[in-house]
Each structure stands twice: as C-alpha cells, then as structure tokens.
C-alpha cells in the first residue's frame, strides 16, 4: 500500500486519565516505538484543551523532541487532531471566547508548519456542532479570517463534520480555498446513516485524511467489521479519487490493550490493500 497508515495518538498507550482519545501528557514519547514495532507509518498527533501549554507542539523543545522521535522510529507525524476546539469551537458566539480560538488556530498552525505538517484536522461534531444558521455564518467568518494564513504556510484546515453530504459540500464551496480540506471518517459517517457513495461525489477530491473506525447506525464505537461501517464499498469508492492521503486507525480499544488494536489491524489492512 502506497498511503501512510497511522495512528491516533494514545490509541496504543494505557489510557490517559481514563480516555484513549488524548495526548498523553508525561509519555506521549513512547507511542513512537510501539508504533514502529506494529508496522504503521505514522501518528496523528492530539491537541487536547487541558494542559495545552505541556503540549509539545507549542514549544520549540517540543517540536524538537517530536522531530528526532520521527527520525529514530521512522514514525511521521502528517496531521494533527485539533480536539482542543471541541472545547473551544471556532463559532463560539462571545466574541473574546472566538477570538481566543481563533489565535490558538493561528498558533497551531505555526507549530505545524515549523515539524511539516500537513493537515489540522478540525473537529465539528458534537458538542463543537455547526447546529444552526448563525453558527455557521460565524464558523465561516473565523475560517475566512485564519485560511490566508494557512495558504502562506501550506497547511491545510482538514474539517470534520456531521453536516450532510450537500450542506458541507455548500460550505466548503464558500470558504473557496484548497487549504480548506476535509476529513472523512468512516464510523463517524455509518453513524450518522449517510451515504459513503453520495458524500464522495460531494467532496471525494478534497479528502486530505481519514479516520478508520467502525460504529453502529446512531450508536458509538465497535470493533472494526462489526457495526454498520461498509469498508470494502467505502474503499473501492474511494479508490476512484486517487487518495493519497493517510489512513489514520481510530479504531475501537478497550483495556485489553494493545492485542485488540492489532486485530483490527490485521482486519483492515487486507481490505485497505485491494484497492491501494
């Protein structure tokens, strides 16, 4: 397979004050062996809300320490998963709130751009929802104002939402930028009840990364092949767009550890290989 296949951060790491779903402040460094050691090519790395600062994508140390973690492991990190605004959305409607988001996108892409980075993958989904009319006139005022500087430093916005199929494909073609991409992912969507076939022929050319999990029909995650997630049709569908992006693993853990990541794993990959 010609794609980068990776990880979210911590999804191969003991769990970080009881979630999965973080940067696992304190040892965040180890993922980068483990994940050498099960054969994937990189981590999506998380900005978390709390203890933002003890990132190290927002110190130059940090940066450095993340660079030279890459060049000894082989393990890249291409995007970033930006859960920090779906604590502190964008379209927040106190304006100091939005602009204090809006200056933390600015900073995260900086960072980004310093460790080549590629995506920022911007969460819109649940409680970081664009719910009404009102918030998404705001949403599209704050990306207008940020996206200039995402073109002068070549990295792209990577939006994930629970929009419908036309509703994003409207909104993507008012922003009317190639910075401003977006992340498909796959359980997210089965979720939902879209249609994987009508959402690519929305937007199929301007998927820049992908999240692999599996969920059931308005329920939450599942071990892959085992909720409502069609991925041999997604793939071959997919395959007609010349996706080069990376395949990120989201996929379901539990405290088995990391046996039952590689078993999704070792499930996905053939079927990711028929097409790519």
């Known amino acids: 397979m010609n794609n980068p296949l990776g990880v979210m951060q911590g999804r191969l790491l003991p769990k970080y004050q009881g979630r999965y779903q973080a940067h696992p402040v304190g040892y965040w460094q180890d993922e980068f062996a483990v994940a050498a050691e099960v054969g994937l090519d990189c981590i999506e790395f998380i900005l978390d809300y709390n203890q933002v ?8 140390s940090g940066r450095q320490k993340i660079h030279k973690l890459s060049e000894s492991t082989g393990v890249q990190v291409h995007s970033v998963c930006a859960d920090y605004f779906m604590e502190a959305p964008l379209h927040r409607d106190d304006p100091d709130q939005a602009q204090a ?16 980075i590629r995506d920022i993958v911007l969460p819109c989904v649940d409680q970081s929802s664009i719910r009404d009319i009102a918030a998404r006139s705001r949403f599209q005022q704050q990306l207008i104002e940020i996206i200039p500087h995402a073109e002068k430093l070549g990295v792209n916005i990577s939006l994930e939402t629970d929009l419908a199929p036309k509703d994003f494909k409207d909104l993507l073609g008012q922003l009317n930028s190639t910075r401003v991409t977006v992340n498909y992912d796959i359980g997210n969507s089965a979720s939902l009840g879209y249609d994987p076939k009508e959402e690519l022929n929305a937007y199929g050319p301007r998927i820049s990364d992908i999240h692999i999990k599996d969920r ?18 997604f793939f071959s569908l997919l395959s007609t767009f010349n996706y080069k992006g990376p395949f990120i693993m989201q996929a379901y853990r539990d405290d088995e550890g990391v046996y039952i990541f590689q078993e999704q794993l ?5 079927v990711l290989e028929k097409n790519f």
């Open 53 to 60: 600062e003890e990132n190290p994508l927002f110190s130059h």
């Open 266 to 270: 070792r499930w996905v990959c053939p």
């Open 101 to 116: 988001s809006l200056n933390a996108m600015r900073r995260l892409l900086e960072a980004a751009a310093d460790l080549e």
């Open 216 to 233: 059931i029909l308005e329920g939450g995650p599942v071990k892959l092949g085992t909720g409502n997630a069609d991925f041999p049709r």
